[in-house]
């Protein structure tokens, strides 16, 4: 089994699938490997042609709060954060200048005036079509939380002050409730306590009778940390933090230079050294 971030990993700088990568995992795929999407977004922010792909038939998202049959749309593996938590979450970050996403059931929820302001708390450009375009507006989070029953996959902030980010961490982090991680220079992604893409990985495998030792991990950020020290291989991006490179078993080229796909060569499809 082949678990694959997508921002900073699997999807180029300009958030494409190449050419190159799509054969290279229906290749993977053909071989007898589940090849999955392993990623902090929910699953209807995966792009289509992924939650599309021949053969793909597992998704990890939110972090490994969700993981899913995509096929049949089945919950496989679900780990989720309460309302209590969430509403903790909320109250910390919207004392500072944030874009607050909460996510129920795979979906995502942005406050429409600020998501009219993307550009101001997402740093990357190439972000910007795509988070429009995935999250649904609407005029109050906190109404539209109140009006919902069931627990959330995640609460996610981006922040315009990176000072504030600092501060609002370290806050967020007295609750043991909370699992922080940071797929991006300028955001905070929340989970429920001890969610991490490493267990839902391994419980995935378990699920599908393989070892730990016959998976492999790709990632970029540290939300991808776990899984990558987790998993039997796990590769860091060359375009990697300093801490993912250092608990990696191989780094492979950088996101702009199929690397993914490069490991994928290297490690499933018997290819030697990947370049």
Not at 11 to 25: A, H, M, R, Y
Not at 110 to 136: F, G, P, Q, T
Not at 214 to 228: Q, R, T
Request: some cysteine; glycine content about 10%.
């Amino acid at each position: 089994m082949v678990g694959l971030d997508l921002d900073g990993t699997l999807l180029n700088s300009k958030k494409e699938l190449t050419p190159f990568t799509k054969e290279v995992i229906a290749k993977a795929i053909n071989k007898g490997v589940h090849v999955l999407v392993a990623t902090g977004r929910p699953f209807t922010g995966v792009p289509l042609e992924l939650r599309e792909f021949p053969g793909m038939r597992y998704a990890l998202t939110a972090n490994g709060a969700r993981i899913l049959d995509t096929a049949t749309g089945e919950i496989l593996i679900e780990h989720l954060l309460s309302k209590e938590s969430a509403k903790k979450a909320l109250e910390i970050t919207e004392k500072y200048d944030t874009l607050q996403e909460i996510y129920f059931d795979g979906q995502g929820y942005a406050k429409d005036e600020k998501l009219a302001h993307v550009e101001r708390y997402h740093k990357d450009c190439n972000m910007w079509e795509y988070v429009r375009a995935s999250r649904i507006a609407v005029p109050d989070i906190w109404e539209l939380f109140y009006s919902r029953e069931e627990n959330l996959d995640k609460v996610q902030a981006l922040f315009a002050d990176m000072e504030e980010r600092k501060a609002a961490w370290e806050e967020l982090s007295e609750c043991k409730d909370l699992n922080l991680v940071s797929s991006l220079k300028y955001n905070i992604e929340i989970n429920a306590a001890g969610v991490n893409k490493g267990k839902g990985l391994i419980a995935l495998g378990k699920m599908l009778g393989i070892e730990r030792e016959e998976i492999m991990a790709i990632g970029d950020g540290d939300n991808d940390i776990e899984m990558i020290t987790e998993a039997g291989v796990g590769v860091a991006m060359g375009n990697a933090e300093e801490a993912v490179k250092c608990n990696a078993d191989y780094v492979t080229g950088t996101n702009d230079e199929d690397g993914a796909a490069r490991a994928i060569v290297k490690y499933v499809l018997g290819g030697g050294e990947a370049c």
